[in-house]
């Protein structure tokens, strides 16, 4: 590179001795020149790097607010999966629903959190006489769904916002849990549905559909990823297992068809990832209880390779964890996989009196490496089960650190100082 600048540059030191000159040169050639060319063969995810909550097509390329109403426009059933922990997937479910109401018919919003026989509280909600506080208490949340109802609120709001009426989808737990029972006992010759009293039954979906094959593979291993003892290779827990999976996605589907003919609009349900990538669980009933009704499949995306067959559209919602202890977690990407950063510290919790910093990287967590989120509750259940301390190790800057965040499972415990630093 022969340029003016280079020269006044090389004259002068060549004119001082060659060791200077070659000093130069050897920096000039640092900043210049790079090792080796960068890899063609790596498949691309996506075409863009997504902020939270951006929409984008199953092949990862961008797509517009008005490009995702376009999309569902012509939609009897828009089945939007979630993470039931992850705030970020409520607050996409929320938009996804303030631009459908925009549409030229509005939707009605289906909620697997809810049973169906709990329709009229949802309705007295809809129609302004429930505050969001009663409605916690009127859908008794904590027995009937569990997780919290804090972050189900933009999804309500945005439903009675828009005048979007609200059902709920499912059977209420006290049947699930009785049926299970039955099912565990194998009662009535193999027939757990007929030992169940006919209030029972009534809550049940009228046709319980069968998983097909894809899916019962998929959910044999789903049981065995269960640390609760769950035996897929038992028969009976297997037939159980499958039953229950039956009756909730049949259940669901039942509900959505039946709120489709009952308002004579579009239907969008909200409901748990598993049961809507791929089609296999709630798409697969409504095909057989609603034929011809075209179905929209929306999913998160966590960064991983994009399958086409899981759904049709994609929204941007990063790997999240909030911990009890105040923190929350949240995946980025970094290289070639993630990296889980510290987003958020509450005031006066434990997670701050130990140190932990927004914008901390944690790197290892009670001696596991932080590969995946799931690490978290893995090494938590080994330190409660040995009643030892959760260590954290932290990337601070250029600094490391280790957080100790006491031992699980004790209230009014004093918080240990942090410590390391290199």
Not at 61 to 70: I, K, P, Q, V
């Given at each position: 590179?022969?340029?003016p600048?280079?020269?006044?540059?090389?004259?002068?030191?060549?004119?001082?001795?060659?060791?200077?000159?070659?000093?130069?040169?050897?920096?000039?050639?640092?900043?210049?020149?790079?090792a080796?060319?960068?890899?063609?063969?790596e498949?691309m995810?996506?075409?863009?790097?997504?902020?939270?909550g951006?929409?984008?097509?199953?092949t990862?390329?961008?797509?517009?607010?008005?490009?995702?109403?376009?999309?569902a426009?012509t939609?009897?059933?828009?089945?939007?999966?979630?993470?039931?922990?992850?705030?970020?997937?409520?607050?996409?479910?929320?938009?996804?629903?303030?631009?459908?109401?925009?549409?030229?018919?509005p939707p009605?919003?289906?909620?697997?959190m809810a049973?169906?026989?709990?329709?009229p509280?949802?309705?007295?909600?809809?129609?302004?006489?429930?505050?969001?506080?009663?409605?916690e208490?009127?859908?008794d949340w904590?027995?009937?769904w569990?997780?919290?109802?804090?972050?189900y609120?933009p999804?309500?709001?945005?439903?009675?916002?828009?005048?979007?009426?609200?059902?709920?989808?499912?059977v209420?737990?006290?049947?699930?849990r009785?049926?299970s029972?039955?099912?565990?006992?194998?009662a009535?010759?193999?027939?757990?549905?007929?030992?169940l009293?006919?209030?029972?039954?009534?809550?049940?979906?009228?046709?319980?559909?069968?998983?097909?094959?894809?899916?019962?593979?998929?959910?044999?291993?789903v049981?065995?990823?269960?640390p609760d003892?769950?035996?897929a290779?038992?028969?009976?827990?297997?037939?159980?297992f499958?039953l229950?999976?039956?009756?909730?996605?049949?259940?669901?589907?039942?509900?959505?068809?039946?709120a489709r003919?009952a308002f004579?609009?579009?239907?969008?349900?909200?409901?748990?990832?598993?049961?809507?990538?791929?089609?296999?669980?709630?798409a697969?009933?409504?095909a057989a209880?609603?034929?011809?009704?075209?179905?929209?499949?929306?999913?998160?995306?966590?960064?991983?390779?994009l399958?086409?067959?899981d759904?049709h559209?994609?929204?941007y919602c990063?790997?999240?964890?909030?911990?009890?202890?105040?923190?929350?977690?949240?995946?980025?990407?970094?290289?070639?996989?993630?990296?889980?950063?510290?987003?958020a510290?509450?005031r006066?919790s434990?997670?701050?009196?130990a140190?932990?910093?927004?914008?901390?990287?944690?790197t290892?967590?009670?001696?596991?490496?932080?590969?995946?989120?799931?690490?978290?509750?893995?090494a938590?259940?080994?330190?409660f089960?040995e009643?030892?301390?959760?260590?954290?190790?932290?990337?601070?800057?250029?600094?490391?650190?280790?957080?100790?965040l006491?031992?699980l499972?004790?209230?009014?415990?004093?918080?240990?100082?942090?410590?390391?630093?290199?």
């Open positions: 590179m022969p340029l600048s280079m020269h006044r540059a090389l004259v002068p030191a060549f004119r001082r001795g060659r060791g200077a000159f070659f000093v130069l040169l050897l920096t000039l050639l640092a900043f210049t020149a790079c080796r060319p960068a890899p063609t063969h498949k995810a996506v075409s863009f790097l997504p902020a939270a951006e929409f984008m097509n199953a990862g390329d961008r797509l517009s607010a008005e490009g995702l109403r376009a999309r426009a939609a009897a059933y828009v089945l939007v999966g979630e993470s039931h922990g992850n705030p970020c997937d409520h607050e996409a479910e929320a938009r996804i629903l303030t631009l459908l109401a925009h549409g030229k018919n009605v919003v289906g909620l697997e049973p169906a026989s709990l329709n509280v949802l309705k007295e909600f809809s129609d302004g006489k429930i505050t969001p506080e009663d409605l208490q009127r859908l904590k027995t009937n569990g997780h919290p109802f804090a972050r609120l999804v309500l709001r945005a439903s009675r916002d828009w005048q979007l009426p609200l059902v709920g989808l499912n209420p737990p006290g049947v699930i009785r049926l029972a039955a099912a565990t006992q194998n009535t010759a193999g027939d757990p549905v007929a030992a009293s006919p209030e029972d039954r009534a809550q049940l979906p009228t046709r319980i559909i069968a998983p097909a094959t894809e899916q019962e593979a998929f959910l044999r291993e049981m065995s990823g269960h003892g769950r035996n290779a038992d028969p009976r827990q297997l037939a159980r499958l229950i999976q039956s009756v909730w996605d049949s259940a669901m589907a039942e509900q959505a068809a039946r003919r004579g609009r579009p239907v969008v349900v909200l409901a748990g990832i598993a049961h809507v990538e791929g089609g296999l669980g709630i697969r009933r409504l209880l609603d034929p011809g009704a075209q179905i929209l499949l929306i999913s998160p995306w966590r960064g991983q390779d399958d086409e067959s759904a559209l994609r929204v990063p790997e999240s964890f909030e911990s009890r202890m105040g923190m929350t977690l949240t995946a980025r990407p970094f290289g070639e996989g993630f990296e889980y950063v510290v987003s510290v509450a006066g434990r997670a701050e009196g140190g932990l910093r927004p914008g901390d990287v944690v290892r967590v009670g001696g596991y490496r932080l590969r995946s989120l799931s690490t978290m509750h893995v938590g259940s080994e330190a089960r009643k030892k301390n959760l260590l954290l190790d932290i990337r601070r800057g250029p600094d490391c650190y280790t957080v100790d006491g031992p499972g004790q209230q009014g415990i004093p918080y240990p100082a942090i410590t390391g630093g290199q």
